[in-house]
Every structure is written in C-alpha cells, then in structure tokens.
C-alpha cells in the first residue's frame, strides 16, 4: 500500500477504515488547479482502416499470423513494425479492428518511429497525466488492488478502454515494452463484440437503449492522491452509448467497463447499480472473449479500445517495468441501430454461403445451423 496517500492519514481508530475519502481531505486534491481547458469535440479523419485490403494480402506476405483464442488476439510473427508501408500499416489496423488486439515479439522500433508510425493513424492523443506531448511511459501496479479501493474511489486494477471518458476516446493504442520483469505485469484484453453477443437478447434490447456514464472523476482524485500527479484537465463526465457501432467493421460492441463507467444516465441510482454489478461479473468472467499477455523487452501490443477492454494484472514482481505507449483519437462513439453484431454477421455470412445448396434441396430445410450461443454442446 502506497505510503503516500493522503486517505491513509485519516483512518478511524475505531474502523481501521477511512473516516471519508472525500477530495477535500487531501490538498493535493483540492487545490489542484488544471492547466489546460475541457477538450472539445474533434472530428478525426476516416479511419485508416477503410483504406485497407480485406485480405490484408500485402501484410501476410510478410507476416504469420496465429489466432491466440477464438474470440480475440491474433500474433504476427516474422515481421519487424519498422518496415511496414504505408498500405501493410492500413491492413494492420483492419486486423486490429477485427482481432481486437494484436501481438509482436522482439521489435526494434524506437520511441520515435513508434511515434511517426502512430502518426499514420491519425492525431496523437495525450492522456490527462501525460507530460510528453506525444507518448506516455506505461509502469505496471504493485499495489493490491483489492486493497487499495478502501482508500480511493478509482478501481484502478480494473478493465477499462483508454480514457474512455474523453468526448473523443482514443481509437487505436500501441503499447511497447523496453524494460520488463521475467514473469508478472501481464496484460489482459476482453472483446466488446464478444461482451454484447454473450448478452440475452431481452438485455441486449435493453442496453441498447441506454447511456453509460464514463468518469474521470474517480481517476482524478485517485492519482492526485496516490501519485501526487497533477492531471492537465479538470474532470469530465461523459454519456457514451453503452452498445457503440464500430465505424470500419460496422460491428456492435458494448461500451460499458468498469474502471470508469459509474452507472447510466437513464436510469434510477438502484436500478443503475445492480445493472453495473451484473456487468461487473459479466466482464470479469467473459474467459471465452478474452486473452492473457505474457510481455517481454521489444514486444508491442495494438489494439482498438472501441472494442476491446483491457487491465494490467498487478503483481508483486521484481524490478522494473516500463512501457511506452501512443493513442491516437478516435470518434466520439455512436450507436447505429441498423449494425449487427459479430455472431449475427457470422450467422447472415454463413446463411449467405449456403443458400444456392440450400435452395437446392429437395426437402427444403435450411442450411442454416442452430445459434450456438443457444445450443452450447
Ligand atoms: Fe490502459
């Protein structure tokens, strides 16, 4: 537990708990004044990805792809980030688009090309705390997270996409690791199309209609106290779709995470804290959707935090871990109720494919198979 939070200084002798965690107790919180503005809303580029062959022919001509699990995380192996072209990189988004995140091993890429090669993307976003204007440096936790949220109202060990408070929350995230420890400080990814598919169709319906709140707020307080960083921006609230249409694989992915979203706008307080209970069990035993990430010096993990979560798993290992990350701003989310989802998109392709046999059968059943959502065997 870090020494230096000021919540630690005020716990009741009676409880051995916090009297109160409010932001006034610590100075460092209330007399914070953020240099910067709130940010307007941007209108980024359209997305490299549109750009892309969707066969990605130029990229797996140079690059082996494997599949980690079903749902999620995809490793191109022989192939160095600093050589690819222009079209490699737009295919490689379309890749991340689809996979959610996808692995490099050994990479010789330097903080520079890592920033120009993030600049092909689009405008290099900055997090709240970051004091580079163009990267931030990424350590991993130590602190028990479980323990932590006694003293702070941020989950910070918890399954978040990047800033998702933000009116234009990052679209693409690469993070580089130049120092790690031999074993610990994995990473984790769950997959937001995989997240709304496993949902019922009754609580689909429903989600669909709803606004998530995302917050800075607890992050705000969380970091002035823990780590005494003075974030650039005052706090923002955002209300997201909390089922959001991904603008290159017109997808639905759902938009609800836990380490910033408190609750739904539409909603009643009650109401709204058991929903965002259930979706707390929901992620976190979402296994089919998700992939672990066993780092080491010179591997590079991008992804698409308009869907994918991801969260460090904290650990008490030995040494230093030190990863530089870049993000590039993404759209401000929208829903379109005209999208499918992943599994119903698998369903309409598959039936699409087997019509003309279909149609050619003389007892008229339907090629198309039973949902397997439904029918788990
Ligand atoms: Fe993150």
């Not at 797996?60 to 022989?78: R, W």
């Not at 679209?171 to 031999?182: G, W």
């Not at 259930?278 to 992804?303: P, T």
Request: hydrophobic residues 35%; glycine residues 6%.
């Amino acid at each position: 537990m870090s020494a230096n939070l000021e919540a630690l200084k005020h716990i009741s002798e009676d409880s051995g708990f916090p009297i109160t965690i409010h932001p006034n107790f610590s100075p460092r919180i209330k007399d914070h004044v953020p240099p910067e503005p709130v940010r307007e809303q941007l209108f980024p580029d359209k997305d490299r990805a549109t750009f892309a062959d969707p066969e990605k022919k130029a990229l797996f001509a140079v690059a082996k792809a494997t599949d980690l699990t079903e749902s999620i995380g995809t490793v191109l192996e022989g192939v160095q980030l600093s050589q690819l072209t222009p079209q490699q990189l737009d295919e490689l988004a379309l890749l991340v688009n689809e996979r959610g995140v996808v692995f490099f091993r050994g990479q010789d890429l330097t903080t520079e090309q890592q920033v120009r090669l993030f600049e092909h993307y689009g405008t290099l976003d900055r997090h709240p705390a970051q004091k580079d204007v163009r990267h931030v440096v990424i350590h991993g936790s130590r602190e028990d997270h479980r323990e932590v949220l006694k003293y702070t109202p941020w989950p910070l060990g918890d399954w978040h996409a990047d800033t998702s408070f933000e009116i234009n929350p990052p679209s693409y995230s690469l993070l580089r690791m130049e120092e790690h420890p031999a074993v610990g400080g994995d990473t984790a990814w769950v997959s937001g199309y995989g997240l709304y598919d496993t949902l019922s169709a009754a609580l689909r319906r429903f989600v669909e209609g709803l606004h998530a709140v995302h917050t800075s707020r607890l992050q705000y307080d969380t970091i002035l106290d823990l780590w005494g960083v003075g974030p650039n921006r005052p706090p923002v609230d955002s209300h997201h779709p909390a089922v959001r249409t991904h603008p290159v694989t017109g997808l639905k992915a759902l938009n609800i995470n836990t380490g910033f979203v408190t609750g739904f706008a539409e909603l009643k307080k009650h109401e709204s804290d058991k929903l965002l209970d259930f979706f707390a069990y929901h992620i976190h035993s979402a296994d089919d959707h998700s992939v672990r990430w066993k780092w080491e010096v010179g591997s590079v993990a991008m992804w698409d935090n308009r869907c994918v979560l991801h969260r460090v798993i904290p650990g008490g290992y030995e040494g230093p871990r030190r990863g530089i990350r870049t993000t590039v701003f993404g759209e401000k989310p929208y829903y379109d109720p005209n999208s499918e989802s992943r599994a119903e998109r698998q369903r309409r392709l598959k039936a699409e494919a087997a019509a003309p046999a279909a149609n050619g059968e003389a007892n008229g059943h339907s090629a198309v198979k039973e949902d397997p959502i439904s029918a788990p065997a």
